[in-house]
C-alpha cells in the first residue's frame, strides 16, 4: 500500500519525545518507529511521512530522524532511506540484513532480498556483471511473484547485463589443460548463459503486455572473464562478490573431467550502501563508473543466440 508522505501520519502517540541533542534522542525514535513496524501499524511496502513530518511529531531535529531512519535500514526494517524522498518499511522486516552494517551473506539470500526491495520503488534500475546471469534471473522471480500478485506495481524497469563473451577463452569454466575450441566446458557454459539470459528477458518483457510495466533489458558482452560479480540497484546500492575457483571433477557430455570452476550462487555478496558512509558512498559511486566505463568502451553487442 502507497500511502501519501505529505498527508501521512504514522499511527501512534503524538506525544514528543524528549528534544535533547544526544545520541538517546534519535534512539527514542528509532524505538517508537520500530514498534509501530512491528505491531504492523506500518505496514510492508507502505511510505513513511517526510522526515519533516516526523521531526515535527517527535519534536525533534531533522538530522535525529535522519539517523533514527538509517538505524532502522541497518536493521532492514526501512529501505530507501535518503534525504531526498521518504523512505518505505521493507516487505518482508527484518527477515535478512542489509545494507551497509549488515554481515556478507550468499548470493541466494542477499541479492533475492535486495531485488525484491527494489522492485518496491517506481523506477526500477539493475546493472549487473557476472558469469552468467543465474543469480538475477532466481532473484526477480520473487519480485515477479508479487507484482502478478497485485503486491508491486513498478511504473518502469531497467535491467542491464554484462556477461563475458562466446568468442574468448575463458579463464573459467574450463577444463584443466584445455584452452578454446578443444575446450568441451565452453559450449556447455555458453548454453548455460544463453538460456539464463532469455529467461530472464523474457519474464521481465512480459511485463509490458500483462501490467504495462515500461521495460528495458539490454545485454553486452565482455572481452574477459570477469573474477568478480557485481549488482548496482536503483542508483544507492552495490552489491560485490568474488568468484572463489576450485578444481574438481565432473561429468561433461558422457566424460569426466577435471575442470576450474567457482559456484557463483554461494559467492558472499558484500553490501554497500550510499549514506553517510563516506567509504561506502565512494564504493558505490566507483562501482556504477567502473561498470558505464565497461558497458560504453570496451563491451559489445551482445546476442543470446542458441
Known amino acids: 500500500m502507497v500511502v501519501d508522505p505529505e498527508n501521512a501520519s504514522v499511527k501512534g502517540s503524538k506525544r514528543p519525545l524528549r528534544s535533547a541533542r544526544s545520541d538517546r534522542t534519535h534512539r527514542e525514535v528509532a524505538e517508537e518507529l520500530r514498534a509501530r513496524i512491528r505491531s504492523g501499524a506500518l505496514r510492508p511496502g507502505q511510505r513513511m511521512p517526510t522526515q519533516a513530518r516526523l521531526a515535527e511529531e517527535f519534536g525533534v531535529e531533522r538530522g535525529a530522524v535522519r539517523q533514527a531512519l538509517r538505524t532502522l535500514q541497518a536493521e532492514r526494517l526501512l529501505t530507501n532511506v535518503s534525504k531526498g524522498s521518504p ?16 554481515s556478507p551473506q550468499p548470493t541466494t539470500v542477499a541479492l533475492a532480498h535486495r531485488i525484491a526491495d527494489a ?27 508479487r507484482i502478478h500478485a497485485g503486491e508491486l506495481k513498478p511504473a518502469k524497469v531497467d535491467v542491464r547485463v554484462l556477461l563475458p563473451s562466446r568468442d574468448i577463452d575463458l579463464a573459467f569454466p574450463r577444463r584443466v589443460g584445455a584452452r578454446g575450441p578443444d575446450d568441451p566446458v565452453h559450449p556447455r557454459w555458453l548454453a548455460h548463459r544463453n538460456a539464463q539470459g532469455q529467461v530472464l528477458q523474457h519474464n521481465l518483457l512480459a511485463l509490458r503486455s500483462t501490467h504495462g510495466v515500461e521495460v528495458r533489458v539490454s545485454f553486452r558482452a565482455l572481452p574477459f572473464t570477469p573474477p568478480v560479480k ?14 572463489t575457483l576450485t578444481r574438481r571433477e565432473e561429468e561433461v557430455g558422457h566424460e569426466q573431467l577435471e575442470m576450474y570452476d567457482a559456484e557463483g550462487t554461494r559467492s558472499m555478496l558484500f553490501a554497500f550502501d550510499q549514506g553517510d558512509d563516506l567509504r561506502d558512498t565512494t564504493f558505490v559511486t566507483q562501482s556504477y563508473d567502473w561498470f558505464n566505463a565497461l558497458w560504453e568502451t570496451i563491451s559489445s553487442e551482445l546476442t543470446l543466440a542458441d
Do not use: K, M, Q, W
Not at 523512505?87 to 549488515?102: E, H, K, N, Q, S
Not at 520503488?121 to 515477479?144: F, K, M, N, Q
Not at 557485481?230 to 568468484?243: P, V
Open 230 to 243: 557485481l549488482y548496482l540497484i536503483n542508483g544507492r546500492e552495490a552489491l560485490f562478490a568474488y568468484y
Open 119 to 145: 522492485f518496491a520503488t517506481p523506477h526500477v534500475r539493475i546493472d549487473a556483471l557476472c558469469l552468467t546471469s543465474v543469480s538475477l534471473t532466481l532473484a526477480i522471480g520473487e519480485p515477479l511473484r
Open 87 to 102: 523512505a518505505t518499511v521493507a516487505l518482508d522486516p527484518g527477515r535478512v540484513p542489509a545494507g551497509p552494517f549488515a
